[in-house]
T-cell receptor
Framework: AQKVTQAQTEISVVEKEDVTLDCVYETRDTTYYLFWYKQPPSGELVFLIRRNSFDEQNEISGRYSWNFQKSTSSFNFTITASQVVDSAVYFCALRGRGANSKLTFGKGITLSVRP | DVKVTQSSRYLVKRTGEKVFLECVQDMDHENMFWYRQDPGLGLRLIYFSYDVKMKEKGDIPEGYSVSREKKERFSLILESASTNQTSMYLC????????????????FGPGTRLTVT
């Protein structure tokens, strides 16, 4: 069975602070895929990144960066110099290899960035 | 851009009514999904479909059914709505599993907030 744990439920920071959102996963698959989604107050989930289990390179996209560590089964997400527009619920998700494998979501982290 | 649309943003129905939630995607995706989102529980998969006229149960299918008569449309049906089905319902679509075992991301619609009174 697959499991995604986002232990932080709510985080509040002041604008321009850096913030890291943690994601820990469990799976028996040797090939799997990890995702991060953002859900702003409007409600629509927005895809941010996909990472394959065989690619452990970290990724940076503007103020966003992702740290994938297979050894600790973690896929953490860091926002540098946070902005008010980053306020949202962030979900980490995991999908296994099988063709019919489902996407398993964590419970989400509510990030509030105060001006 | 992928576009997933849902028929209503807000819906209020009475207990016992039959409710249809419609979802349409315009990118010729094979896969379509219905989730419900509740505070503290995250997203839970209700049903999914990998092809026309094909459906698979997700984690919480009880009280729901689905229909996929055309590739672009996936409907969620509440046969007899109950108050515990008050929730946010999210539809998503994705390509299948591509070359090199690449798993494509799911694209979500804006959601339907259903209230059953």
């Amino acid at each position: 069975a697959q499991k995604v744990t986002q232990a932080q439920t709510e985080i509040s920071v002041v604008e321009k602070e850096d913030v890291t959102l943690d994601c820990v996963y469990e799976t028996r698959d040797t090939t799997y895929y990890l995702f991060w989604y953002k859900q702003p107050p409007s409600g629509e989930l927005v895809f941010l990144i996909r990472r394959n289990s065989f690619d452990e390179q970290n990724e940076i996209s503007g103020r966003y960066s992702w740290n994938f560590q297979k050894s600790t089964s973690s896929f953490n997400f860091t926002i540098t110099a946070s902005q008010v527009v980053d306020s949202a619920v962030y979900f980490c998700a995991l999908r296994g290899r099988g063709a019919n494998s489902k996407l398993t979501f964590g419970k989400g982290i509510t990030l509030s960035v105060r001006p | 851009d992928v576009k997933v649309t849902q028929s209503s943003r807000y819906l209020v129905k009475r207990t016992g009514e039959k409710v249809f939630l419609e979802c349409v995607q315009d990118m010729d995706h094979e896969n379509m999904f219905w989730y419900r989102q509740d505070p503290g529980l995250g997203l839970r998969l209700i049903y999914f479909s990998y092809d026309v006229k094909m459906k698979e149960k997700g984690d919480i299918p009880e009280g729901y059914s689905v229909s996929r008569e055309k590739k672009e449309r996936f409907s969620l049906i509440l046969e007899s709505a109950s108050t515990n089905q008050t929730s946010m319902y999210l539809c998503a679509s994705s390509l299948g599993q591509g070359p090199g075992l690449l798993s494509y991301e799911q694209y979500f619609g804006p959601g339907t907030r259903l209230t059953v009174t």
